[in-house]
Nanobody, 123 residues
């Protein structure tokens, strides 16, 4: 029900925009999150955007991406985006989008997950 795309190989300092298209239901009321997992590491929180049932427009970011990444959503397209600028080699990971009924930065709270898209940042 969630399809992530937009990953790829980019040089350090470059940009990518990830998309997460939802199907099968409307996710307007859900919080939408982005998480990432690098080889040998646990899945970690990247960004979250509140759904319409919470404080609409509320956002939060991991400290490591603040000022560089921006999460947004287009409810008409049922799609969430992650704009990633000033990418660093340490941003290399598989990026996952997910939906949760409540606002959270904890991956345990997210019950619906996309398949992941690989982002590789070369130095």
């Amino acid at each position: 029900q969630l399809q992530a795309s937009g990953g790829g190989l980019v040089q350090a300092g470059g940009s990518l925009r990830l998309s997460c298209a939802a199907s099968g239901r409307a996710f307007v009321s859900y919080a939408m999150g982005w998480f990432r997992q690098a080889p040998g590491k646990e899945r970690e929180f990247v960004a979250v955007l509140a759904g319409a049932s919470w404080f609409e427009g509320g956002r939060d970011y991991a400290d490591s991406v603040k000022g560089r990444f921006t999460i947004s959503r287009d409810n008409a397209k049922n799609t969430v985006y992650l704009q990633m600028n000033s990418l660093k080699p340490e941003d290399t990971a598989v990026y996952y989008c997910a939906a949760a009924p409540g606002y959270s930065t904890n991956p345990v709270a997210y019950k619906i997950w996309g398949q992941g898209t690989q982002v590789t940042v070369s130095s």
